[in-house]
């Protein structure tokens, strides 16, 4: 635990501008960030007598090593990168909202030449249009048939839309005319995109000149005699209409608003929020978050708006749909954020337009108001009753593991490794974290073992010596970076733009699992003694009969079959054997796929699809001089006697042989290294993501 006076800055250094602080711990981890409209002031405060310090505070101070911090021109520029470094850096004292699930939005891919309508989780993708959240995904697909009657845009995926362009043909949704067709040049692409924002505009919540058009030209077919059209547009009409009556009218006059309301006790909140557009409620959203930081409820609330508004961005092509859909004219919350006005500058900058903040006081908002805050008691309630159990499961398998490892404090991060191959080719080894008993994927990684002479390792233990080495060794080198000459942190002061960004390897876990028994823990222990890794505790557990290892002892830990404790390394033993599977098939898939013109320096995939489009095969390829070879365009005399020599030197048919023999590449480590789909993962060796090369 520091002592705060030892990295205070002098009042003096500090300027009284507004800005953006943070403070790192002695690993160099951001903690916390915070605002301020005087920098000096705010900073002060934090280094008065800890005993007059919030409890929460307290511990944020007194783990911190260092503070630094970023003057901006103005407090609304302040709140801006306040969001973004705490969305950036995810600190362990900051109030962050968790969604309780991952909500399922109508998307319209306008970002795409031929915009598509698809149900759509997770990340939000720029230049696209989303609409909800709903609460089930049927819901988005029910709507969306109805809709593609008034508004017939592509539904399908890429792949059955190029396979349709190809024949000619349009699919079956193409047929019953729930389609448009652009893939059969049926309607125009810019026609298809006019299309497609029309019903953005419709699903936006301006409904009603849609609804006066298809009733005047449905009078106007029928004037005209021309009863089919007319029947049709009734019954597109009535589609169009089942649509806005799904959702309840609850405020006049076309209303468009974001209805916010908390529920909370001392140690959680819990909010709400029900979006409602031209007077509907339109999606509805929920959180629940942990009060790690001394916050009232004003506070949250500003928190929250930054959540739910930051990621909008005010110079986006789409201004007219971030107007209508993301941030509305009336933000109505339960109490007022204590800088209103700066977050009413900062939401009217993204909208483009007027907004208002505010509390509803009377008539139908108030009562709407309500309804939203019973809803967010409701799921406090049901969120309190979940985490109970699981709650008090993880804190007794940290507990079991504690004790029965001889630990001196809990394992709040605990790092998993293992290996996965066939036969000793395509190895890939795994690094999984589990944070307070559970798992944080964003700080998975996958390591690719290349061994002393780079054909890989001879057997595990050398594979997970190679990959806690590399793991370790970036831990220090990071460690390094974080300290001054004299081993200690870095003095506070303003933020480096270049070494302001966070080190993946930079924080040591409590604990280190390895799959394996005594050998591959002693194997291990040598990479910690070479490397003078000394606070990180390190253990085993072997497949057969679950026995836990440690470091130098003859004999294992038995941990009973009903401990919490051996529930969790198993969970991580699982874990880290998945991840390490899942990238073991991604290298070994691609080396099936390779061609021997991967080899040829100088040659990339461009070049490769001339040469075999020239030529019609490699066999053909094989029996060519240099001088037909460099007539292929884009292919010099010289790069064309490397592929002969290639060609020459490589046996027509392979057979399984040893990387020296030049006939598994992939196995010597010169195959290039996939990024299969799934979970996170980063590269071991730096700080950009993909497999570790």
Same mark, same amino acid.
């Given at each position: 635990m520091a002592d705060p006076s030892t990295y205070r800055p002098r009042p003096s250094e500090i300027p009284t501008s507004p800005g953006v602080y943070r403070f790192r711990d002695a690993h160099g981890r951001v903690i916390y960030v915070g605002k301020a409209k005087n920098l000096r002031n705010r900073l002060n405060s934090y280094f008065q007598d800890v005993a007059g310090l919030h409890p929460r505070t307290r511990q944020m101070v007194t783990t911190a090593a260092s503070?630094?911090?970023?003057?901006?021109?103005?407090?609304?520029?302040?709140?801006?990168?306040?969001?973004?470094?705490?969305?950036?850096?995810?600190?362990?004292?900051?109030?962050?909202?968790?969604?309780?699930?991952?909500?399922?939005?109508?998307?319209?891919?306008?970002?795409?030449?031929?915009?598509?309508?698809?149900?759509?989780?997770?990340?939000k993708r720029k230049g696209n249009r989303y609409f909800g959240p709903y609460g089930h995904a049927w819901a988005i697909r029910e709507?969306?048939?109805?809709?593609?009657?008034?508004?017939?845009?592509?539904?399908?995926?890429?792949?059955?839309?190029?396979?349709?362009?190809?024949?000619?043909?349009?699919?079956?949704?193409?047929?019953?005319?729930?389609?448009?067709?652009?893939?059969?040049?049926?309607?125009?692409?810019?026609?298809?995109?006019?299309?497609?924002?029309?019903?953005?505009?419709?699903?936006?919540?301006?409904?009603?000149?849609?609804?006066?058009?298809?009733?005047q030209e449905m009078r106007s077919a029928a004037a005209a005699l021309d009863f089919e059209r007319a029947a049709?547009? *009734? +019954?597109?009409?009535?589609?169009? %209409? =089942?649509?806005?009556?799904?959702?309840? /009218?609850?405020?006049? @006059?076309?209303?468009?608003?974001?209805?916010?309301?908390?529920?909370?006790?001392?140690?959680?909140?819990?909010?709400?929020?029900?979006?409602? *557009? +031209?007077?509907?409620?339109?999606? %509805? =959203?929920?959180?629940?978050?942990?009060? /790690?930081?001394?916050? @009232?409820?004003?506070?949250?609330?500003?928190?929250?708006?930054?959540?739910?508004?930051g990621d909008i961005d005010p110079d986006a092509e789409e201004r007219t749909a971030t107007r209508s859909t993301a941030v509305p004219r009336e933000v109505l919350v339960p109490v007022l954020p204590p800088d209103v006005d700066q977050v009413t500058t900062w939401l009217r900058g993204l909208r483009g337009?007027?907004?208002?903040?505010?509390?509803?006081?009377?008539?139908?908002?108030?009562?709407?108001?309500?309804?939203?805050?019973?809803?967010?008691?409701?799921?406090?309630?049901?969120?309190?009753?979940?985490?109970?159990?699981?709650?008090?499961?993880?804190?007794?398998?940290?507990?079991?593991?504690?004790?029965?490892?001889?630990?001196?404090?809990?394992?709040?991060?605990?790092?998993?490794?293992?290996?996965?191959?066939?036969?000793?080719t395509h190895q890939v080894g795994s690094m999984v974290v589990f944070e307070d008993g559970l798992p944080r994927k964003s700080?998975?990684?996958?390591?690719?073992?290349?061994?002393?002479?780079?054909?890989?390792?001879?057997?595990?233990?050398?594979?997970?010596?190679?990959?806690l080495s590399r793991r370790f060794r970036n831990y220090r080198t990071a460690r390094e970076e974080a300290t001054d000459d004299d081993g200690k942190p870095l003095v506070s002061g303003p933020v480096d733009p270049e070494t302001g960004r966070p080190s993946r390897f930079a924080y040591p876990p409590n604990l280190v699992v390895v799959d394996g028994g005594q050998p591959q823990v002693n194997a291990a222990q040598r990479v910690f003694d070479e490397l003078g890794v000394e606070d990180v505790a390190l253990v085993g557990l072997a497949k057969r009969l679950e026995e836990v290892w440690l470091p130098g002892e003859d004999f294992p830990i038995v941990l009973p079959r009903?401990?919490?404790?051996?529930?969790?390394?198993?969970?991580?033993?699982?874990?880290?054997?998945?991840?390490?599977?899942?990238?073991?098939?991604?290298?070994?898939?691609?080396?099936?796929?390779?061609?021997?013109?991967?080899?040829?320096?100088?040659?990339?995939?461009?070049?490769?699809?001339?040469?075999?489009?020239?030529?019609?095969?490699?066999?053909?390829?094989?029996?060519?001089?240099?001088?037909?070879?460099?007539?292929?365009?884009?292919?010099?005399?010289?790069?064309?006697?490397?592929?002969?020599?290639?060609l020459r030197t490589t046996p027509t048919a392979p057979t399984a042989a040893s990387p020296a023999d030049g006939a598994s590449p992939d196995a010597a480590g010169s195959a290039p290294t996939p990024e299969p789909a799934g979970a996170a993962s980063g590269s071991a060796d730096g700080p950009g993501p993909g497999l570790a090369s």
């Open positions: 503070v630094e911090w970023t003057v901006v021109e103005t407090e609304v520029a302040s709140l801006a990168l306040e969001y973004s470094w705490i969305k950036e850096y995810d600190p362990r004292f900051n109030v962050k909202y968790r969604d309780d699930k991952s909500y399922p939005y109508l998307a319209v891919t306008m970002s795409e030449e031929i915009p598509r309508a698809m149900v759509m989780r997770g990340a709507t969306v048939d109805l809709m593609l009657r008034v508004f017939p845009i592509r539904t399908c995926s890429a792949g059955v839309y190029r396979r349709a362009e190809r024949a000619g043909r349009p699919c079956l949704l193409g047929y019953i005319d729930k389609c448009s067709a652009p893939c059969v040049g049926r309607i125009s692409p810019e026609d298809h995109r006019a299309l497609a924002q029309d019903f953005c505009t419709f699903m936006g919540g301006q409904t009603r000149p849609f609804v006066r058009r298809l009733e049709r547009l *009734r +019954d597109d009409l009535g589609a169009m %209409q =089942r649509v806005v009556e799904k959702n309840e /009218v609850v405020l006049p @006059d076309g209303t468009d608003a974001d209805v916010f309301a908390m529920a909370s006790d001392e140690l959680e909140a819990s909010v709400q929020v029900f979006h409602v *557009r +031209d007077g509907r409620v339109r999606g %509805q =959203r929920g959180w629940v978050v942990e009060k /790690v930081e001394e916050l @009232d409820d004003g506070e949250l609330v500003e928190r929250l708006l930054q959540q739910v508004y337009a007027n907004v208002d903040v505010r509390v509803p006081r009377r008539g139908d908002k108030r009562a709407l108001a309500q309804t939203v805050r019973r809803n967010a008691e409701h799921a406090l309630v049901l969120h309190k009753t979940r985490r109970a159990g699981d709650l008090t499961s993880r804190s007794q398998a940290l507990s079991d593991l504690t004790e029965a490892l001889d630990l001196p404090e809990a394992p709040l991060r605990i790092e998993c490794y293992d290996i996965s191959h066939t036969q000793g700080a998975y990684r996958r390591f690719i073992v290349r061994g002393a002479d780079g054909s890989g390792a001879r057997d595990d233990t050398e594979a997970i010596a190679e990959v009903t401990s919490a404790g051996l529930y969790l390394l198993q969970r991580l033993r699982d874990e880290a054997h998945r991840f390490a599977i899942t990238a073991h098939r991604g290298r070994r898939s691609k080396a099936m796929t390779r061609s021997v013109l991967d080899d040829v320096p100088g040659l990339g995939p461009t070049r490769q699809k001339a040469l075999l489009a020239h030529f019609g095969s490699v066999a053909n390829l094989r029996r060519a001089t240099p001088e037909e070879i460099a007539a292929v365009k884009g292919v010099g005399l010289r790069t064309a006697q490397a592929v002969v020599d290639a």
